[in-house]
T-cell receptor
Framework: ETGVTQTPRHLVMGMTNKKSLKCEQH?????MYWYKQSAKKPLELMFV???????ENNSVPSRFSPECPNSSHLFLHLHTLQPEDSALYLC?????????????FGPGTRLTVL | EDQVTQSPEALRLQEGESSSLNCSYT??????LFWYRQDPGKGPEFLFT???AGEEKEKERLKATLTKKESFLHITAPKPEDSATYLC??????????????FGKGTLLTVNP
């Protein structure tokens, strides 16, 4: 595997379900990100982890819970979601410091909440 | 608040017809401006970083330029495989975070053969 991988690629869940999204990066980066991409809206940064510590949390509802067990893996735990949470969820990774803007993205998980 | 506005929202070109995409930004001190390309069903792919007004970067048929208020992505003699959504993002100097990018909504480019 190379680059940034995400599983599953598609997920349909009910409002009462609990599910998790997984991201793995094979680039040796130290920072990892979760973004939400909705139609007609800009990419929205949700969370950032640097060296396994959360450094950004952009007013995301508590029904989204991130976890970063090591610098290569990132999870997004989902529970009691709303239909408006349906979107493409993208994971990204980058180097630290001055190269942090050069981010490498996975293919995303297309989430549908019924 | 940092803002990025991209225009046009969509652009249709004939193969070989050169054009430019615009990215206007408002930021409290620019750390960097980034261009990404996104193909349908895929995540964005990093293209360029620009740091200061007057800077230019080139890659194949693409050239990115930067002024104090906007950036242009010039596409010379485009091919159908250049069809994608092009995203612009800025990173601010102030506010403390090295990691936060503010993205525009993108320009959907279609190049017809």
């Amino acid at each position: 595997e190379t680059g940034v991988t995400q599983t599953p690629r598609h997920l349909v869940m009910g409002m009462t379900n609990k599910k998790s999204l997984k991201c793995e990066q094979h680039l040796g980066h130290n920072a990892m990100y979760w973004y939400k991409q909705s139609a007609k809206k800009p990419l929205e940064l949700m969370f950032v982890y640097s060296l396994e510590e959360r450094v950004e949390n952009n007013s995301v509802p508590s029904r989204f819970s991130p976890e970063c067990p090591n610098s290569s893996h990132l999870f997004l735990h989902l529970h009691t979601l709303q239909p408006e949470d349906s979107a493409l969820y993208l994971c990204a990774s980058s180097q630290e410091g001055g190269r942090a803007g050069e981010q490498f993205f996975g293919p995303g998980t297309r989430l549908t909440v019924l | 608040e940092d803002q990025v506005t991209q225009s046009p929202e969509a652009l249709r070109l004939q193969e070989g017809e050169s054009s430019s995409l615009n990215c206007s930004y408002t930021v409290s001190g620019l750390r960097g401006l980034f261009w990404y390309r996104q193909d349908p069903g895929k995540g964005p792919e990093f293209l360029f970083t620009l740091y200061s007004a007057g800077e230019e970067k080139e890659k194949e048929r693409l050239k990115a330029t930067l002024t104090k208020k906007e950036s242009f992505l010039h596409i010379t003699a485009p091919k159908p495989e250049d069809s994608a959504t092009y995203l612009c993002a800025v990173q601010a100097l102030s506010g403390g975070s090295n990691y936060k990018l503010t993205f525009g909504k993108g320009t959907l480019l279609t190049v017809n053969p």
